[in-house]
């Protein structure tokens, strides 16, 4: 049972109560897990760029904390890295949520647009990586988890700009966890299925699987508890798209070409 009774700068590693930093806090999944791990007692320090959705979620419950920032600057990252660290606040676990997705194939495929996904989609996570892993190393412990996506697994169509910047996610993490490891800290990487945010809004086509923002963050705390590198869901949609992944190039693209029409 989490301590409500603690503030931010009174928490311990390891207490039950844990001070969770949420990146991508204002809507959708990241929302719902601040809501969630403030009901289950935690205390949240909730960032993204839209102040007034932060202080409207912090109005939700005083174990919320706005702290808005834009991770495509690791400025903000930096600052927000030592805002925490002067009030002796770090994280014991960190979510990275943020993202921006447009559907598409080759039409929606533009440098630019390119950019900008990778800019908040991946580099962001390079940024935070820069930002807090020094301090954390130099305490010793914390937990930063990464949202990826099961696209991360291998090329589907419409998801042009919004793909390559989560596999590239999955293969960072991969590359990482073992360095992190020897640090005494812990990497673990999210990949949900579809879940109904404003993100899947945008989608056209059916979405198997769909599940709703809550059930998603519930099974994301369930998940980051453990120590299990990955916490893919739902699990019927990973293990076909693992399939999918481990299927010899000529069966795959006739299944793509299937899937694109
Ligand atoms: N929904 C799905 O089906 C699904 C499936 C697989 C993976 N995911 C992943 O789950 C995560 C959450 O997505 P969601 O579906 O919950 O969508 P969402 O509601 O659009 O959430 C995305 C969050 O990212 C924040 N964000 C965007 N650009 C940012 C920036 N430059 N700096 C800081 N924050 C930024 C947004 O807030 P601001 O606009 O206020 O900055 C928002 O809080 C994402 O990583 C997404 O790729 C979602």
Redesign the pocket.
């Known amino acids: 049972m989490a301590d409500n009774s603690k503030d931010l700068k009174d928490l311990k590693y390891n207490d039950t109560c844990k001070r969770i930093w949420i990146?991508?806090?204002?809507?959708?999944?990241?929302r719902a897990l601040a809501l969630g791990y403030a009901r289950a007692g935690h205390r949240v320090v909730a960032?993204?760029?839209?102040a007034e959705?932060l202080e409207a979620l912090s109005d939700q419950s005083d174990r919320i904390e706005a702290l808005p920032?834009?991770?495509?600057r690791i400025e903000d990252l930096r600052a927000a890295v030592d805002d925490l660290s002067v009030r002796d606040c770090l994280p014991d676990q960190t979510i990275y949520?943020?993202?921006?997705?447009q559907p598409g194939g080759i039409s929606a495929l533009s440098h630019a647009a390119a950019s900008d996904h990778m800019a908040?989609?991946y580099l962001?996570v390079v940024a935070l990586i820069e930002a807090l892993l020094p301090a954390l190393k130099e305490r010793g412990a914390g937990s930063i988890a990464i949202?990826a996506?099961?696209t991360s697994y291998c090329g589907l169509p419409n998801a042009a700009l919004y793909g390559p910047t989560k596999a590239a996610l999955l293969s960072l993490c991969e590359t990482l966890r073992p360095e992190v490891e020897q640090m005494g800290l812990r990497l673990q990487v999210i990949n949900?299925?579809?879940?109904t945010?404003?993100?899947?809004e945008m989608n056209d086509f059916e979405m198997p699987f769909l599940m709703d923002?809550e059930e998603a963050a519930e099974r994301i705390m369930k998940g980051l508890d453990g120590k299990r590198f990955e916490i893919a869901f739902p699990s019927r949609m990973a293990w076909l798209l693992r399939l999918l992944s481990w299927l010899p190039y000529g069966l795959y693209f006739t299944l793509m070409r299937r899937m694109a029409k």
């Open positions: 990146i991508g806090a204002s809507s959708g999944i990241g960032s993204a760029r839209r959705q920032l834009d991770a495509t949520c943020a993202a921006i997705y908040v989609n962001g949202t996506s099961l949900p299925g579809f879940v945010t404003r993100l899947t923002e």
